[in-house]
């Protein structure tokens, strides 16, 4: 786990090893995971996300982000994800509305903050 600051917010970058998170508990654990960082936002990698956590009919993807925000946290999804959005408009539906703000987004890679106007 390493620290950044982009946009002068905190960003908790989480190791692309470890448990996968996919649901409710994959939240609680990553939070007990960062607990103690001060970050405002987290940035995971799409390798630690089990891959019918972008299936949103199952509801782990939608049960996760509620945990998070239920404990103030803010989500960067970090990684490609192409061949999970070929698969689902419903998908595209989702990431574009996270994209345009709020508590959770998804990149390609870290460095695309970098140059964002809108910083996380």
Request: with cysteine.
């Amino acid at each position: 786990m390493r620290h950044v600051s982009i946009g002068g917010q905190v960003i908790v970058v989480v190791d692309d090893n470890g448990l996968q998170l996919n649901d409710e508990q994959g939240a609680l654990d990553l939070l007990g995971e960062i607990y103690g960082s001060e970050a405002e936002w987290v940035a995971i990698p799409v390798s630690r996300l089990a891959p019918d956590f972008f299936e949103l009919r199952n509801r782990k993807a939608g049960g996760f982000f509620q945990k998070l925000t239920n404990y103030r946290m803010k989500a960067l999804i970090v990684g490609d994800i192409s061949e999970h959005l070929a698969n689902s408009k419903a998908l595209q539906d989702f990431v574009r509305e996270c994209n345009r703000g709020g508590s959770f987004r998804f990149l390609n890679c870290l460095s695309e903050l970098a140059g964002s106007a809108t910083s996380p």
